[in-house]
């Protein structure tokens, strides 16, 4: 059974420390997507990748949010220094870059908590 | 420039009654459409999606969308509520380059 897999799955740390959210996309496909997810702002996409080149990062603060793909296996995001506002739940999606279907498959999330 | 509008940020209905979930967008593309639910703790999984061939879409679950290019609007329909169909139901537009925005979301309470 094919699924995206994210850790970790909950993180509370305190403001001013690093987070890593790591992300395993399905294996063969070649576009990811990291999406926040808030009460006040919904599902706001942060970054995407496609086979592992970044095209988008113009939702993500720059000055301390990072996402990067080491392999195809693995995306990686990351928030140094971590602040309160940053708190919120992180998703992962992957889908394969085909004009017939367009799906994406999201992972679990990884909720965070910056105190 | 892409963006999705929900109307409604909550929907309550009686278990048994018709579902509607409006969905409007706008794309200086051709879409592609899509409806996504979340059940609490989870993440998005799609429910059907539009992508320029039937413009009546059958989706998982009993629910469907209708495209309509003149209005443009994707919204969702189930004849007949479940109470397991309450969750967080999102509509999303995507263009070739296949990067998605989805709309705030709609809560729907399904009452007994």
């Known amino acids: 059974d094919a699924r995206v897999t994210q850790t970790p799955r909950h993180k509370v740390t305190e403001m001013g420390q690093e987070v890593t959210m790591r992300c395993q996309p399905i294996?063969?496909?070649?576009?990811v997507f990291w999406y926040r997810q808030t009460m006040m702002q919904g599902l706001e996409l942060l970054a995407y990748?496609?086979?592992?080149?970044?095209?988008?990062d113009s939702g993500m603060p720059k000055d301390r949010f990072s996402a990067e793909m080491p392999d195809a296996t693995l995306a990686t995001l990351k928030i140094q220094p971590s602040e309160p506002r940053d708190s919120a739940v992180y998703f992962c999606a992957s889908g394969l870059d085909n004009a017939n279907t367009g799906e994406l498959f999201f992972g679990e999330g990884s909720r965070l908590t910056v105190l | 420039a892409q963006s999705v509008t929900q109307l409604g940020s909550h929907v309550s209905v009686s278990e048994g009654a018709l579902v509607l979930l409006r969905c409007n967008y706008s794309?200086?593309?051709?879409?592609?459409l899509f409806w996504y639910v979340q059940y609490p703790n989870q993440g998005l999984q799609l429910l059907l999606k539009?992508?320029?061939?039937?413009?009546l879409v059958k989706g998982i679950n009993g629910f469907e969308a209708e495209f309509k290019k003149s209005e443009t609007s994707f919204h969702l329909t189930k004849p007949s509520a479940h109470m397991s169909d309450a969750a967080e139901y999102f509509c999303a537009v995507s263009s070739g380059g296949f990067k998605t925005i989805f709309g705030a979301g709609t809560r729907l309470f399904v009452k007994a």
């Open positions: 539009y992508t320029s061939a039937a413009t």
């Open positions: 794309s200086s593309v051709p879409p592609y």
């Open positions: 990748f496609r086979n592992r080149a970044p095209l988008d």
């Open positions: 294996l063969g496909h070649n576009t």
